[in-house]
C-alpha cells in the first residue's frame, strides 16, 4: 500500500516549499519510487514552479499533469457553483491514480495567499482528510511573537482534530532568530506531547530574488559582462542618481545597481568599487531609460577581460525600473543549486530527522539512486564532524563547492591560498564563505615547521634545508603536511594539479600501512538504483596477482564503509574455467591469494562484466558462484581496461562517476579530475570525511 503523507498551511508567507523540499530530500534517501503532488495548483502543472523543482532535483517518473488535482481556476469555479463535492472527488481521484505510480507520495495543500474569499480557512485539511493522508502542518513565524506562534499553533491543533486529520508533526517556518528559544520553550511545554514540533529559523536570503530573475521578470537585454552565472542573491536595490564620491558611501555588498545608461561615470565607479578591496561587491548593474553609454565606453567595457559583473538594460525609466525589480520575489528554482543547498543546510539543521521519518513511518527503500547516495554521504559526513584542507583556493569551483559545504554543514574547511584576494574573489562570485579559514602557504608561520618536519622526512634522500622551505611553498606539499601533522584530517586536491601532482607528497611521507602493498583507486558508480564500486581505475597501470588480490580487498572495505555490501568480482575476458591464457591465469591467482588473505569475503573470478551484473547471465555462466549476478564491487585486470569502462559507463548509462578515491594510505588524500563539476568536489570531499572518520580501516 502507498504511504503519504500532506503538507498542510493555514497561513500565508510559511515558505512551505522549502519545508516541501527538505521533507523529499529526506524521503528520497529511503523510497524506491517517490512522487509529489499538489492538491490545487496555481497554474498548469507545466509552469508550476514547485513541480519544476521537485520533479527536476529527484528525477520523478511522473508527467507535469500527473503532479496536480485541480488549478486554482478550476477550484474557484466549482466553488463558486456550490460544487465542493466535485472539487474534493476529482482532487481524490487525481491523487490515487498518482498512488499507483509510486512507493510514497508527498501531497502539497494550496498556497492559502493564492485562495480567493470564496475558499474557507480549512479547505486545506479538509482535503487532507479526504486523502486519507496524515498531515505536516508548516506554521508562519514571519513577523510574530512567541505568543502569536502559539495561538496560531493551538487554532491549527483544534481545527485538525475537529475534523479528524492525523497531525504527526508542524514546523514552524521563518521564526525570527532572536525569538527561537523562547518560541522552542513554550511551544514544547503548552502544545501536544505526541506531535513533533520543529521551529525554522527566518533566513532572508532565501526570499531574496537572484539576478537572473530580475532580468528575466524585467525582460532586460544583455549588454555587457557575463551572460551565464547569475544566481547571486540581490540583497538590495540602489538607484543611482548622486555623483561617483558621494555614490561610493552608499554602495553594500550584493546591491543592484540601477542608474540611466547614459551616465558612465557611474558604470566606471561601479566597476572600480568591484576591482577594490576597499568596497564591497555589487551583484551587477541595470542601466534605464533604454539609453546606452558612448562608444569610447563600450570600447572600454570591452576590452576588460576579467569583466565579473553583469550588465543589462531596461527602456522603462530609473524609476518605474526601481519598481518593478523590487516587486520580483525569490524563488527557489531547479538551476539554483546554491540556494537549494542553503534551504536544506537550514532544514537538516533545525529538523529532527529521525523522529519525523518515525512518526510518518518511512518504509526503508530497497534501492540507492545517486542523490540518495548523496544524501547519505552528508548525513554520514556529519555523525563526526571533520576537517578538509582544499588546496586549489584560486579555482572558483573550489570557492563554490566550499559554499555548498558550509551551507550544508558537513565539515570544517581550510581553503590555501591568499586570504584577501580569495575573499574578494568569492565576494565578486556572490558566495558566503563564513567560518572556513583561509591560509597562505607563501606567508604562512607554518612554512618553516613544515619545512623541518619534511627535512626530517626527506633527508636520506638528499633534500637540503632549502629544498624543503621552498617545496612547502606549494601548496600540494603544504596541504599534504596539514594532514600529515593532524591539523586537518583529509585533502582533496586535482581540480587544477594533476594526479601525479596531488597525490606524490602523500606517497612520499604519509605513506601506508606496513601490511598494505599499494595504494589503489576505486570510482563510486551511482546508476540509477544502486552504486557500484570500480577498482582501479586511475592509480595502478598492470597490477600482478598480488597486488590485484590487494586491489580487491581494500575496494571491498571501501564499500563496507559506505554502505555498500562487498561482493567482488574479479574480471577477466572469460568467466570461471571457460578460458585460459596469461592474463586469465593472472585474475585466477589473485583470487586464490584475495581469498586466503580474506575468508570471509564474497570473491570469485575470473568472471566477465555481464556474468558478473546480470544474474540471467550469470545462471548460464555460473550457476553456482555467490558473487555471479550479484557483484557490487568489480576489480579490472588492469588500467587501461578500468579506465575505459568506467567512462564508458558513466557516459552512456548517465551514472554519476565519483573519485578517484584512493585507498590504502595511513590518512585520506583525493584526487580530482581537472574537468569535474562543482558537486563533483562536494561529493569527494564528504568521502574524504568519511574515510577519516574510519581512518584505522583506510589502508588495512
Known amino acids: 500500500m502507498t504511504e503519504s503523507l500532506y503538507i498542510a498551511s493555514l497561513e500565508a508567507n510559511s515558505g512551505k516549499l522549502f519545508i516541501t523540499l527538505g521533507?523529499?530530500?529526506?524521503?528520497?534517501?529511503?523510497?524506491?519510487?517517490?512522487?509529489?503532488?499538489?492538491?490545487?495548483?496555481?497554474?498548469?502543472?507545466?509552469?508550476?514552479?514547485?513541480?519544476?523543482?521537485?520533479?527536476?532535483?529527484?528525477?520523478?517518473?511522473q508527467q507535469p499533469e500527473q503532479m496536480i488535482g485541480v488549478t486554482h481556476e478550476q477550484a474557484r469555479s466549482w466553488i463558486a457553483a456550490g460544487e465542493e463535492r466535485r472539487l474534493f472527488r476529482e482532487i481524490v481521484a487525481r491523487f490515487k491514480q498518482a498512488e499507483e505510480q509510486c512507493d510514497f507520495l508527498l501531497c502539497e495543500g494550496p498556497d492559502i495567499s493564492h485562495l480567493s474569499d470564496a475558499f474557507d480557512y480549512d479547505?486545506?485539511?479538509?482535503?487532507?482528510?479526504?486523502?486519507?493522508?496524515?498531515?505536516?502542518?508548516?506554521?508562519?513565524?514571519?513577523?510574530?511573537?512567541a505568543a502569536e506562534l502559539l495561538e496560531n499553533i493551538r487554532v491549527a491543533e483544534k481545527t485538525f482534530r475537529?475534523?479528524?486529520?492525523?497531525?504527526?508533526?508542524?514546523?514552524?517556518?521563518?521564526?525570527?532568530t532572536k525569538i527561537l528559544g523562547e518560541a522552542e520553550k513554550e511551544l514544547r511545554e503548552q502544545c501536544d506531547?505526541?506531535?513533533?514540533?520543529?521551529?525554522?529559523?527566518?533566513?532572508?536570503?532565501?526570499?531574496?530574488?537572484?539576478?537572473?530573475?530580475?532580468?528575466?521578470?524585467?525582460?532586460?537585454?544583455?549588454?555587457?559582462?557575463?551572460?551565464?552565472?547569475?544566481?547571486?542573491?540581490?540583497?538590495?536595490f540602489k538607484v543611482a542618481a548622486m555623483g561617483p564620491a558621494n555614490f561610493l558611501n552608499y554602495i553594500e555588498k550584493d546591491d543592484l545597481i540601477i542608474t540611466p545608461g547614459d551616465r558612465p561615470d557611474i558604470i566606471l565607479t561601479t566597476l572600480g568599487a568591484i576591482a577594490s578591496k576597499n568596497y564591497p561587491s555589487p551583484v551587477g548593474l541595470l542601466l534605464s531609460g533604454g539609453l546606452i553609454p558612448e562608444p569610447s565606453v563600450i570600447k572600454l567595457l570591452e576590452g576588460l577581460d576579467d569583466l565579473t559583473i553583469p550588465i543589462y538594460s531596461v527602456s522603462s525609466d530609473t524609476y518605474r525600473t526601481a519598481m518593478n525589480a523590487a516587486a520580483v520575489q525569490g524563488r527557489l528554482r531547479p538551476d539554483n543549486e546554491r540556494k537549494i543547498a542553503r534551504a536544506l543546510g537550514m532544514f537538516e539543521a533545525n529538523v529532527d530527522i529521525p523522529a519525523l521519518e518515525e512518526k510518518i513511518r518511512v518504509t526503508a527503500s530497497s534501492t540507492m539512486s545517486?542523490?540518495?547516495?548523496?544524501?547519505?554521504?552528508?548525513?554520514?559526513?556529519?555523525?563526526?564532524?571533520?576537517?578538509?584542507?582544499?588546496?586549489?583556493?584560486?579555482?572558483?569551483r573550489i570557492l563554490q563547492a566550499a559554499e555548498i559545504l558550509r551551507l550544508r554543514d558537513v565539515v570544517d574547511l581550510t581553503i590555501l591560498g591568499e586570504e584577501s584576494r580569495l575573499r574578494s574573489r568569492a565576494a565578486t562570485l556572490g558566495l558566503k564563505l563564513d567560518g572556513v579559514t583561509f591560509i597562505d602557504p607563501q606567508t604562512s608561520t607554518l612554512r618553516d615547521e613544515f619545512a623541518e618536519t619534511f627535512f626530517a622526512l626527506r633527508k636520506h634522500k638528499g633534500i637540503t634545508m632549502d629544498r624543503a622551505f621552498d617545496t612547502m611553498s606549494d601548496v600540494s606539499y603544504f596541504g599534504t603536511m596539514m594532514v600529515y601533522r593532524n591539523m586537518v584530517d583529509g585533502m582533496v586536491s586535482g581540480a587544477v594539479h594533476t594526479t601525479a601532482h596531488t597525490i606524490r607528497p602523500a606517497f612520499q611521507f604519509i605513506g601506508t600501512p606496513a601490511d598494505v602493498l599499494l595504494v589503489s583507486s576505486v570510482f563510486l558508480m551511482c546508476l540509477e538504483t544502486r552504486v557500484l564500486v570500480y577498482g582501479d581505475c586511475a592509480v595502478n597501470p598492470n597490477p600482478n596477482s598480488e597486488q590485484l588480490a590487494e586491489i580487491a580487498i581494500s575496494s571491498a572495505k571501501t564499500a563496507h564503509m559506505f554502505g555498500i555490501e562487498p561482493i567482488v568480482a574479479m574480471l577477466s575476458y572469460s568467466s570461471g574455467t571457460s578460458g585460459s591464457g596469461a592474463d586469465v591465469e593472472q585474475v585466477r591467482k589473485a583470487v586464490e591469494i584475495a581469498r586466503q588473505r580474506r575468508p570471509d569475503l564474497k570473491i570469485d573470478g575470473p568472471i566477465q562484466y555481464d556474468a558478473a551484473i546480470d544474474a540471467t547471465v550469470a545462471s548460464k555462466k555460473m550457476p553456482d558462484s555467490e558473487v555471479a549476478g550479484r557483484a557490487t564491487v568489480f576489480i579490472f585486470p588492469d588500467l587501461?581496461?578500468?579506465?575505459?569502462?568506467?567512462?564508458a559507463v558513466q557516459r552512456s548509462s548517465g551514472a554519476v562517476a565519483i573519485g578517484p578515491v584512493l585507498q590504502g594510505l595511513n590518512k585520506p588524500v583525493n584526487d580530482l579530475s581537472r574537468g569535474c563539476l562543482v558537486a563533483d568536489i562536494v561529493n569527494t570531499v564528504a568521502i574524504t570525511a568519511i574515510q577519516a572518520q574510519n581512518e584505522e580501516d583506510i589502508g588495512r
Open 370 to 396: 545517486p542523490l540518495m547516495f548523496e544524501y547519505s554521504l552528508f548525513q554520514q559526513a556529519r555523525q563526526e564532524r571533520k576537517h578538509i584542507v582544499l588546496p586549489e583556493g584560486e579555482d572558483d
Open 123 to 145: 479547505i486545506s485539511i479538509r482535503i487532507a482528510r479526504e486523502l486519507g493522508s496524515p498531515a505536516l502542518y508548516v506554521s508562519s513565524g514571519y513577523r510574530a511573537t
Open 640 to 647: 587501461n581496461t578500468g579506465n575505459n569502462t568506467y567512462k
Open 193 to 236: 506531547s505526541t506531535i513533533a514540533i520543529d521551529l525554522l529559523p527566518e533566513m532572508e536570503s532565501l526570499g531574496n530574488p537572484t539576478m537572473g530573475e530580475i532580468v528575466e521578470a524585467l525582460h532586460a537585454d544583455w549588454f555587457s559582462g557575463p551572460k551565464t552565472g547569475l544566481q547571486r542573491d540581490v540583497r538590495d
Open 162 to 176: 475537529q475534523l479528524k486529520c492525523p497531525l504527526p508533526a508542524i514546523m514552524v517556518n521563518r521564526v525570527d
Open 23 to 61: 521533507v523529499m530530500e529526506m524521503l528520497s534517501r529511503r523510497v524506491d519510487h517517490l512522487g509529489f503532488f499538489r492538491s490545487i495548483s496555481p497554474v498548469p502543472a507545466r509552469e508550476d514552479n514547485h513541480i519544476q523543482l521537485i520533479s527536476s532535483r529527484f528525477h520523478l517518473d
